[in-house]
């Protein structure tokens, strides 16, 4: 068993900044690629950002520039600064982990910005 838990959202005005934060932990052997997906209602679950275990990034065009992922492989721990948020940002924020062959999803965070 593997839990991902997330922590770190709620509500903000635009402009304003969040950070994200989430903990691995169970019968981890080896995380590789760590990342931030969103969802809205109706939508498809899209990538926010990831991370290699070698610290290699990559970011959705929309969030260039603004977001970025970070990681501490000692601790299992995968984060997410967020800055000059949009209400397009609102969303439920999830964290995955890819172990093998296999995808681990955390329970989700509620990201609200207003404008």
């Known amino acids: 068993q593997v839990q991902l838990v997330e922590s770190g959202g709620g509500l903000v005005q635009t402009g304003e900044s969040l950070r994200l934060s989430c903990a691995a932990s169970?019968?981890?052997?080896?995380?590789?690629?760590m990342s931030w997906y969103r969802q809205t209602p109706g939508k498809q679950r899209e990538l926010v950002a990831r991370?290699?275990?070698?610290?290699?990034?990559n970011y959705a065009d929309s969030v260039k520039g603004r977001f970025t992922i970070s990681r501490d492989n000692a601790k299992n721990t995968v984060s997410l600064q967020m800055n000059s948020l949009k209400p397009e940002d609102t969303a439920v924020y999830y964290c995955?982990?890819?172990?093998?062959?296999?995808?681990?999803w955390g329970q989700g965070t509620q990201v609200t910005v207003s404008s």
């Open positions: 169970g019968s981890i052997f080896s995380i590789n690629t």
């Open positions: 991370i290699t275990n070698g610290g290699s990034t």
């Open positions: 995955a982990a890819a172990i093998l062959a296999n995808m681990y």
